[in-house]
């Protein structure tokens, strides 16, 4: 094992709102000049910095949208996130928990802040991940798995350094919680100053870091909070060192080869397809959901 290089270390792009409730930094494909396919299966990922919201009556948030041929997953840090869709499923997004919504052949939704959050105010930090689909899943049956933080996969790192939470693949023998269309490792490390841990990704995997919280030295490499580590596909071995207590927030998946037709909320293979998922949509083919 030799280990992974790295490419670049990424800090936040410029943000910009989703609705009226994310304040986000998208890392990919837009934020910088990253082909869409660099990170497949990961599409897109956008990144709500800590940031405060001020109390509110009526919550922040993103109104009723559809989405087609993708997985949406979301990882709350802080603040909470309230979610319904049209299939009849809705929750919360607590602090430390995962929603990991497969919106495949159509759905429905709306993201806002949780109601009892929006009234109080205070910090609100968050991930969104786009993840793609195989072309012969894009049209299976939308699913949702709520993964509570109870319910993710925990690795103890020696000497009380931290924990490894395993939301989906597995960490040295550890299992994720999530089930997933394709191979995919992603994992929450939350390693205390002083500690540090060594790990294999294979090298095909597009793989990257995004450092929620603190600071860590990555393969020699120093990276600060809010940025992300994009590696490239060489190497497997990754040594983090933490320089403060930190939260590390890994994704890695085996690229899906296939072409990629995107527009707006709709992530298809041809043009033909997206074509279909407007049409669909706007015969209300998605299905219902009240604003
Ligand atoms: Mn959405």
Do not use: C
Not at 52 to 81: C, L, M, Q, W
Not at 180 to 192: A, G, L, P, V, W
Not at 229 to 242: C, D, P, V, W, Y
């Amino acid at each position: 094992m030799s280990n992974k290089i790295i490419e670049k270390i990424l800090p936040p792009p410029p943000p910009h709102m989703v609705g009226d409730g994310f304040r986000v930094h998208n890392f990919f494909p837009s934020g910088y000049n990253i082909s869409n396919s660099r990170m497949s299966p990961f599409f897109m990922m956008d990144y709500n910095s800590k940031v405060d919201f001020s109390p509110r009556e009526t919550p922040r948030g993103v109104g009723v949208h559809p989405h087609r041929g993708f997985e949406t997953v979301t990882i709350a840090y802080h603040g909470k996130i309230a979610h319904n869709d049209s299939t009849g499923n809705s929750g919360v997004i607590g602090e430390g928990d995962v929603q990991w919504m497969t919106a495949a052949s159509g759905i429905l939704h709306k993201e806002f802040h949780e109601e009892e959050f929006s009234k109080k105010g205070g910090p609100f930090q968050m991930i969104q991940l786009w993840v793609n689909l195989p072309a012969k899943d894009k049209m299976s049956k939308p699913k949702y798995q709520p993964l509570t933080n109870a319910q993710l996969g925990k690795y103890k790192l020696p000497n009380d350094g931290g924990v490894v939470e395993v939301i989906a693949g597995e960490f040295k023998g550890v299992k994720g919680a999530a089930s997933t269309f394709t191979r995919i490792e992603m994992y929450n490390i939350k390693i205390k100053k002083g500690s540090s841990v060594s790990f294999d990704l294979p090298e095909n995997f597009n793989t990257g870091i995004l450092v929620v919280e603190g600071s860590v030295k990555v393969n020699g490499e120093n990276a600060p909070a809010d940025n992300f580590i994009l590696f490239k596909n060489e190497g497997e071995t990754i040594s983090l060192e933490a320089q403060e207590d930190s939260v590390l927030f890994v994704i890695s998946g085996e690229p899906i080869n296939e072409p990629i037709a995107a527009y707006g909320p709709f992530l298809m293979n041809t043009h033909k397809e997206l074509e279909e998922a407007l049409d669909d949509f706007s015969q209300g083919k998605f299905g219902h959901l009240e604003d």
